[in-house]
């Protein structure tokens, strides 16, 4: 069974960091590009940024591109978000989703966690 | 980023049927068969329903039907049921890896 766990979310400062956690298990984690997804409150979906199954191809969305980073331990089956200078608008329950495999959409999610600026 | 535009909620009653339409541009909609639909229930984790514009994942009740003409894509739920009540958001790859969400639907089932 594929499982998609996020951990790190909470309450930071203005202009703080967090660092974000998914641990994957359940699939050949290596073998999938990962995406993280964020829905701020009252709000709709919003991609976040994706990584390729060899890290070799990141992506970030405008709104948090230069203070957010994706990187993955494939040894480890994880994937982390680091958020630097968050922001309020940064508030939100962020995703980990698994991309699926010779077509285009999100496959898996997790459940989320919830990640507030004030 | 750009987003799909999708009604802000419908509603019907059990039984009846719904469709939820995803407006986008030539430039992803349009431009790939590849729609995705996905359920969510509040607090819990987002769940594809359609991918591929019309295509049931396994498990998926076959009640979710998804359609696509042009720059917009329809997903039609039959027989409306009390756990159909949920948050409906249309996705559409739009190259290199990327993909553009819609605005959401809120379905309520009256």
């Known amino acids: 069974e594929v499982q998609l766990v996020e951990s790190g979310g909470g309450l930071a400062q203005p202009g703080g960091s967090l660092r974000l956690s998914c641990a994957a298990s359940?699939?050949?984690?290596?073998?999938?590009?990962m995406k993280w997804v964020r829905q701020a409150p009252g709000k709709g979906l919003e991609w976040v940024s994706h990584?390729?199954?060899?890290?070799?191809?990141?992506y970030y969305a405008d709104s948090v591109k230069g203070r957010f980073t994706v990187s993955r331990d494939n040894a480890k089956n994880s994937l982390y978000l680091q958020m630097n200078s968050l922001r309020a608008e940064d508030t939100a329950v962020y995703f980990c989703?698994?991309?699926?495999?010779?077509?285009?959409?999100?496959?898996?999610w997790g459940q989320g966690t919830l990640v507030t600026v004030s | 980023q750009s987003v799909l535009t999708q009604p802000a909620s419908v509603s019907g009653s059990p039984g009846q049927s719904v469709t939820i339409s995803c407006t986008g541009t030539?430039?992803?909609?349009?431009?790939?068969?590849?729609v995705s639909w996905y359920q969510h229930h509040p607090g819990k984790a987002p769940k594809v329903i359609i991918y591929?514009?019309?295509n049931r994942p396994s498990g998926v009740s076959n009640r979710f039907s998804g359609s696509k003409s042009g720059n917009t894509a329809s997903l039609t739920i039959s027989g409306l049921q009390a756990e159909d009540e949920a948050d409906y958001y249309c996705?559409?790859?739009?190259?290199?890896?990327?993909?553009?969400f819609g605005t959401g639907t809120e379905v309520t089932v009256l």
């Open positions: 989703t698994r991309e699926s495999s010779g077509t285009w959409y999100l496959e898996y």
């Open positions: 359940g699939f050949s984690f290596s073998t999938f590009n």
């Open positions: 990584i390729s199954g060899s890290s070799a191809t990141i």
């Open positions: 030539s430039s992803d909609v349009g431009g790939y068969k590849y």
């Open positions: 591929d514009v019309s």
């Open positions: 996705s559409s790859y739009k190259g290199s890896t990327l993909y553009v």
